[in-house]
């Protein structure tokens, strides 16, 4: 049993694969929304896990930095291919740096309407 707390904000940036064979190889952009997904077994003084606009602010951190930039030029996305998979990757390592009193449960990333990806450890 626990707590868990969800918060989505959103980036837009360009990116193109490496190693694939169609139009996503070439230079195209998104709007990606990424989910942030963290959870605790205890809430602090103020009965909550964390307040949402501190874990805004940490995520907006992060985003700030993809935020209209060409993702391949990233030093993190200069050997490892962008893709959805790995921004989620990215974002989730960037947060766990941080000494938190919650976990960083999951993080979810949509390069269009219908289509996500996540990272999480199990």
Not at 43 to 58: I, Q, R, Y
Request: with cysteine; proline share 1%.
């Amino acid at each position: 049993m626990g707590y868990e707390l969800r918060i989505i904000k959103q980036f837009s940036a360009a990116h193109s694969l490496r190693g694939y064979r169609g139009k996503c190889e070439g230079l195209h952009g998104h709007n990606w929304k990424v989910e942030l997904v963290v959870s605790s077994e205890k809430l602090n003084a103020s009965g909550m896990v964390v307040d949402f606009k501190n874990l805004k602010k940490k995520l907006n951190r992060i985003l700030f930095k993809l935020d209209h930039r060409y993702l391949n030029k990233i030093t993190f996305f200069k050997k490892t291919n962008p893709t959805s998979e790995n921004i989620a990757r990215y974002i989730f390592e960037k947060l766990k740096e941080k000494n938190l009193s919650y976990k960083i449960k999951e993080v979810v990333v949509w390069e269009s309407e219908d289509a996500l990806a996540s990272f999480k450890e199990e």
